[in-house]
């Protein structure tokens, strides 16, 4: 065929709009939206928008302007941050990653016409959704405590608000007053996490209330990091902290808001502070959008954190269930950087790596004695599975408690600059 010269610029032109016709056009970008800007949903977020230099149009939404970390929310309250240190905002993502950040709750999710629905009346298009909302508690888990109670009995297990109230309750505290704890049954957003605020809270009464009594009523035989966690009380908080077990009543305390009081084995006791941390599933977003189980949790294909539901939501954090990682900040950003990968290898054709995964759990006991839990943990097609891990020793020298405090503090400031920019 002879080409004409009107021929040959046609053909060329057709060429070149087919090879980058959605990033000339604009219009065509493929849309992700993200739901919840924590550890999961900012970390997603941000390797999306970045990995992609543009190709991906991203929406995070996210009611909170300023993001308190549950991580070292509970140095907070031992004193060793001040509560602005642990509040972090998504200036960033947007101004320097063009993230299409929106303030506001997601109410609704029509998985068939992939829209998201906001509490304000937008509605959101999407070609893959990642919803990493966190967690919510279960109804009726504490008899006397629901979510009207949280002024009264604070959780303290969603950071803000909650948090302040919790160490304001602390602070003030009659001499030789008890705290109790209602800690909660498996699976729950970070093993440790009750058992480092105990550390906390005994760090805090030690000094300005040394006859106070902590009591933890628990209705699990036994938790994470306990060795060490006993430990450290029995060396620096002697006669201070009691727990009671599943055996012993732990496994059906009620409590009464009004009248202060927590029951245990029938027995009325008065407390001065009274932290009720409930059963949890997955935040109520995610049961909206019909991908989680009978247990209150959605599970996940490990080897990119997809809805065992629908191909085109992706579960992250506290809120998935998959397989051997335990609830924490660390993980779903591991798990947030696996699925970044694997959404815009998806959308773009870009190279998707092997899922690898991996973990620390750090926890303060008492000045400079730092304690650690790990893994690491690769993508099998039934779970998440652990290969390997570590955990302190008992008995350990100061200058490894000292040194292993100081590496949080080190992981604190990168991941949140992993997740904020
Ligand atoms: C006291 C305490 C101490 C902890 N310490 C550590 C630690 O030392 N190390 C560690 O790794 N982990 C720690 N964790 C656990 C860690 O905070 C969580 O595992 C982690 O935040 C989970 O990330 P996520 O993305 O699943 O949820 P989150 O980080 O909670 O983020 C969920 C976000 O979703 C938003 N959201 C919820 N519903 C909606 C909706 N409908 N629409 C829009 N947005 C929504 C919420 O506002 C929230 O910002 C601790 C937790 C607690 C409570």
């Known amino acids: 065929m002879k080409l004409n010269r009107r021929m040959f610029v046609g053909a060329g032109m057709a060429a070149a709009a087919s090879l980058s016709a959605p990033m000339v056009m604009g219009a ?96 959101l298009p999407y070609d893959k959704l990642i919803l990493s ?47 109790a704890m209602i800690a909660p049954p498996n699976p729950f957003r970070c093993p440790p996490g009750p058992y480092e605020r105990i550390s906390m809270v005994a760090h805090t009464l030690k000094q300005n209330n040394p006859t106070a009594k902590i009591l933890i009523i628990d209705p699990k035989p036994k938790f ?49 502070v009274c932290n009720v941390i409930p059963a949890m599933k997955a935040g109520k977003i995610a049961d909206i959008a019909g991908v989680t189980n009978d247990k209150g949790w959605a599970p996940v294909n490990a080897h990119d954190m997809s809805s065992k539901t629908d191909e085109n939501v992706y579960v992250l954090g506290d809120s998935s269930q998959q397989g051997d990682m335990p609830k924490s900040g660390f993980s779903a950003n591991s798990q947030a950087k696996v699925c970044a990968n694997a959404v815009r290898g998806a959308l773009t054709g870009s190279k998707v790596f092997p899922a690898r995964f991996s973990n620390t759990c750090w926890s303060l006991i008492e000045n400079d004695d730092g304690i650690k839990v790990g893994a690491s943990y690769e993508a099998t097609d039934e779970k998440i599975k652990k290969t390997s891990g570590f955990i302190s020793q008992v008995g350990e020298d100061a200058g490894t408690r000292k040194a292993t405090y100081e590496e949080s503090v080190g992981w604190y400031n990168g991941i949140t600059s992993d997740m904020f920019g």
């Open 28 to 123: 065509a970008r493929p849309r992700v939206v993200v739901i919840g800007g924590g550890a999961g949903g900012a970390t997603a977020a941000r390797y999306i928008a970045k990995g992609s230099k543009g190709a991906i149009d991203v929406t995070l939404v996210e009611p909170t302007r300023t993001y308190y970390t549950c991580f070292f929310s509970n140095l907070y309250i031992g004193g060793f941050r001040d509560f602005a240190s642990i509040g972090h905002s998504y200036g960033k993502l947007a101004a320097e990653y063009g993230i299409n950040v929106v303030h506001d709750w997601a109410i609704g999710v029509d998985r068939d016409a992939k829209t998201v629905t906001l509490a304000g009346g937008s509605m």
């Open 133 to 179: 909302p966190g967690i919510d508690f279960r109804k009726g888990a504490v008899q006397g405590w629901d979510i009207s109670s949280q002024n009264k009995m604070p959780h303290a297990y969603k950071a803000g608000s909650q948090t302040q109230l919790l160490k304001a309750q602390i602070d003030a505290m009659p001499q030789g007053g008890t705290y």
């Open 224 to 272: 994470s990091k306990q060795a060490l966690f006993t430990e450290g009380w029995d060396k620096h908080y002697p006669d201070m902290i009691e727990v009671i077990g599943p055996d012993f009543g732990g496994k059906d305390a009620s409590v009464d808001p009004e009248a202060m009081t927590v029951t245990i084995d029938g027995e009325v006791t008065k407390v001065d």
